[in-house]
């Protein structure tokens, strides 16, 4: 039985502790193969964040994997959780991860609307109970997603992601729409090849989203970036800036 993964400091280190399921492996395989690989991303993004966040789910070796954090329905699993005795639920982070192609259309998209519909639910049900918590999603696909534009109307995959998942971000107040994230990116990662363990992030809020091609530098954050950004969201929410007039 595969155990947490311990030092995941980069997102290559992930990538070398869940070997991608063969071309003909079983459903059970590749669903072992999506766990396993939620969790230790789960465990890398904490890792990430944890100067910042002290005590942070997931530990660094794992532990804490899909921690409870209090709902208006109840306790439900969270990849990432933040949490104190003074905020309650601070600060969220749900991952979904979609591995590869439809064998059909050869396309990402066939759960997007399963996926946004639990990330709805989700969002819905933390801000019910707690409306301070700053939630952030994370929907990671292969850098490939932005390759399978075919002409026509349709963007690619990744396009499709962006449009699909711009309608769960926004969410800027305490008194805000519940069943929104307070920031939503797609995490675009190569598996193989020369730049495996490249990971990037776009923010879905970013206006004109390339529709036809992978994102540009100046389009993506880096890890520092989106770090920045989630802390940005952190504290314009429980530690607001103070604006002064200009002298």
């Known amino acids: 039985m595969h155990g947490p993964s311990k030092n995941l400091k980069t997102f290559l280190d992930v990538l070398n502790a869940n070997p991608r399921p063969v071309a003909g492996a079983t459903q059970g395989e590749r669903i072992a193969y999506a766990t396993r690989f939620a969790n230790d991303m789960a465990t890398f993004i904490a ?26 329905k109840g306790f439900k699993k969270l990849d990432v959780n933040y949490s104190t005795s003074q905020l309650g639920l601070g600060l969220g982070v749900s991952l979904k991860h979609i591995q590869a192609a439809d064998g059909k259309s050869s396309r990402y998209t066939k759960n997007y609307s399963r996926n946004d519909a639990e990330l709805r639910a989700e969002a819905m049900d933390y801000h019910q109970r707690q409306p301070y918590a700053v939630m952030i999603g994370l929907l990671l696909l292969p850098y490939d997603s ?71 530098e100046g389009e993506f954050l880096s890890m520092d970036g989106f770090l920045a950004s989630v802390l940005d969201a952190y504290d314009a929410r429980n530690n607001p800036p103070m604006e002064w007039a200009d002298m």
């Open 47 to 72: 890792n990430q964040l944890r100067k910042d966040f002290e005590g942070i789910l997931p530990t660094p070796d794992g532990k804490g994997q899909e921690s409870r954090a209090r709902t208006a």
């Open 146 to 216: 932005c390759d399978d534009f075919s002409g026509g109307r349709e963007p690619s995959s990744f396009g499709a992601a962006v449009r699909t998942f711009r309608n769960r971000s926004g969410r800027s107040r305490p008194d805000g729409p519940l069943d929104l994230f307070e920031k939503f990116f797609i995490g675009l990662y190569e598996f193989e090849g020369e730049e495996r363990g490249r990971l990037d992030f776009y923010d879905v809020d970013r206006p004109r989203p390339p529709a036809t091609r992978r994102p540009l």
